[in-house]
T-cell receptor, first 113, second 114 residues
Framework: DQQVKQNSPSLSVQEGRISILNCDYTNSMFDYFLWYKKYPAEGPTFLISISSIKDKNEDGRFTVFLNKSAKHLSLHIVPSQPGDSAVYFCAASSQGGSEKLVFGKGTKLTVNP | DVKVTQSSRYLVKRTGEKVFLECVQDMDHENMFWYRQDPGLGLRLIYFSYDVKMKEKGDIPEGYSVSREKKERFSLILESASTNQTSMYLC?????????????FGPGTRLTVT
């Protein structure tokens, strides 16, 4: 059973526009969420995170929104740049449980110049 | 900066060989993880370790074992490599002291089993 779902395998946007990547989860015990970015032949790098006590967290061009009632989070990138082209993974964890992260399958973002 | 290093970036092995993948982290992290990444399947956890000599199975432990004799080093062992173990292997580390669950990843090892 997939606990973290990224239903869009790919997304293509124009440079300068907004990119919105979506993630849904099923486990109501999840209370911390992270986004990772991965370039080919490299390890994932941490991008931004959000605790379940918040509904929004911003870091520069990146904003993560959390809707707990819908068990949904999204990553907004504004403005999108060609260097943002990568695979983005959503991950979730639960406090008091193990230190494991549960990852989604990823969304490949392509930003066209 | 946290640094997680993996012994090889690319590795080619034959079916039936014993394969060792090494991972070292330099931030005194308690937790270490091994994942494999395959197209369309995301990151799947193979094994993880909370402490020296401690290990727990992840979601896909079959065909793998691990060793953690020192805090900074976590090894993944393929006892008898098979072609379905061709994959990108990623090591990660984290610490509960940060309270953020953030894991730091190594660059990955692309393993091909022929």
């Amino acid at each position: 059973d997939q606990q973290v779902k990224q239903n869009s395998p790919s997304l293509s946007v124009q440079e300068g526009r907004i990119s919105i990547l979506n993630c849904d989860y099923t486990n109501s015990m999840f209370d911390y969420f992270l986004w990772y970015k991965k370039y080919p032949a490299e390890g994932p790098t941490f991008l931004i995170s959000i605790s379940s006590i918040k509904d929004k967290n911003e870091d520069g061009r990146f904003t993560v929104f959390l809707n707990k009632s819908a068990k949904h989070l999204s990553l907004h990138i504004v403005p999108s740049q060609p260097g943002d082209s990568a695979v983005y993974f959503c991950a979730a964890s639960s406090q008091g449980g193990s230190e494991k992260l549960v990852f989604g399958k990823g969304t490949k973002l392509t930003v066209n110049p | 900066d946290v640094k997680v290093t993996q012994s090889s970036r690319y590795l080619v092995k034959r079916t039936g060989e014993k394969v060792f993948l090494e991972c070292v982290q330099d931030m005194d992290h308690e937790n270490m993880f091994w994942y494999r990444q395959d197209p369309g399947l995301g990151l799947r956890l193979i094994y993880f370790s909370y402490d020296v000599k401690m290990k727990e199975k992840g979601d896909i432990p079959e065909g793998y074992s691990v060793s953690r004799e020192k805090k900074e080093r976590f090894s993944l062992i393929l006892e008898s490599a098979s072609t379905n173990q061709t994959s990108m292997y990623l090591c990660a580390s984290s610490s509960p002291r940060g309270g953020t669950y953030e894991q730091y990843f190594g660059p990955g090892t692309r393993l091909t089993v022929t």
